[in-house]
């Protein structure tokens, strides 16, 4: 008779003191039967919870435990995902899904937009992104760049648009374009070959006026992440999906959003599908791409 497999337990580990509710919800919707919630989660103190993770199950169980990775500040999270990976050894490790403030399911979810705008490709493709410091941009234009894309990389401080482009070289091997956005005529001239526009600024900050984008020949897409009026691309709107504006594919923030929730909750899954998996945003694009 065999012996009946382990319930499914995430443990979420947040880095704000109260752990996310929104990552919480989505854990429950993609089936996970017991979830552990800790918040304010550091690099100094990851490590115990990480080995009560690890040693409470035999190795033959642990693909039946998972760790989520989250928090509002993406940096302090990356830190503890650091020091989460060297916790593990030899088969003490499990599945985790980084996921924090949702930069990682958000900017798959842009980047699909953008493949699904092209045709299924964006080799050769010039996307120009706008707001790209931020970390959000900062793996939309890793995603790009890692798809063949030519990518211009913008921000208002040219110096924080030039340090993000040695930055992606560095880890893609891409050559990307930095540009200060808020010169309108550098914005300009990003545009006059650009295939798509991707914006993933601060909340009620325009970026982008309909008068420059609506003068592009060559512009296929327009993806504006900003849900909160006024919004960062002129003339798309929160609910746009794939819709024809003045002959432009337009992506509003809650048009994106609906794949990047399907994305989320395909990786929660996923983390029980197979033994020790690290998703980041090249794997839960890769997710993105195989979705139904």
């Given at each position: ?6 319930p ?15 990552d ?25 919870l ?5 040693f ?5 169980d ?18 503890v ?96 374009v ?76 809650l048009?994106?959003g ?35």
């Amino acid at each position: 008779m065999s012996t009946p497999a382990k319930p499914s337990i995430l443990v979420q580990l947040d880095t704000d003191p109260q752990p996310s509710v929104f990552d919480a919800v989505v854990a429950v919707d993609s089936g996970v039967e017991h979830l552990f919630r800790h918040g304010g989660v550091t690099p100094e103190n990851v490590r115990d919870l990480v080995y009560g993770a690890l040693f409470t199950r035999g190795p033959a169980d642990l693909s039946r435990t998972a760790l989520f990775i989250g928090g509002s500040k993406v940096s302090a999270a990356e830190a503890v995902l650091e020091v989460v990976k060297k916790t593990f050894f030899g088969p003490f490790k499990v599945s985790v899904l980084f996921d924090a403030n949702g930069s990682n399911t958000t900017a798959a979810a842009a980047v699909l937009a953008a493949l699904e705008s092209c045709g299924g490709s964006l080799r050769g493709a010039r996307v120009v992104t706008l707001a790209a410091t931020g970390p959000v941009g900062h793996r939309i234009g890793r995603l790009l760049g890692r798809l063949g894309a030519e990518v211009a990389v913008g921000s208002r401080d040219l110096g924080r648009a030039t340090a993000l482009a040695e930055q992606l070289n560095q880890t893609t091997g891409t050559t990307y374009v930095p540009f200060e956005m808020g010169r309108p005529e550098a914005l300009a001239e990003q545009l006059e070959s650009a295939a798509v526009v991707i914006n993933s600024g601060p909340p009620a900050v325009p970026v982008l006026p309909a008068s420059l984008w609506q003068s592009q020949s060559r512009l296929k897409a327009l993806i504006d992440l900003n849900a909160v009026p006024p919004l960062g691309i002129e003339g798309v709107e929160p609910g746009d999906k794939g819709k024809d504006r003045s002959g432009v594919l337009a992506w509003g923030a809650l048009g994106v959003g609906g794949t990047k929730m399907k994305i989320h909750k395909k990786a929660v899954r996923q983390l029980f599908s197979a033994d020790h998996q690290i998703l980041d945003a090249e794997e839960v694009l890769e997710l993105g791409r195989a979705l139904d």
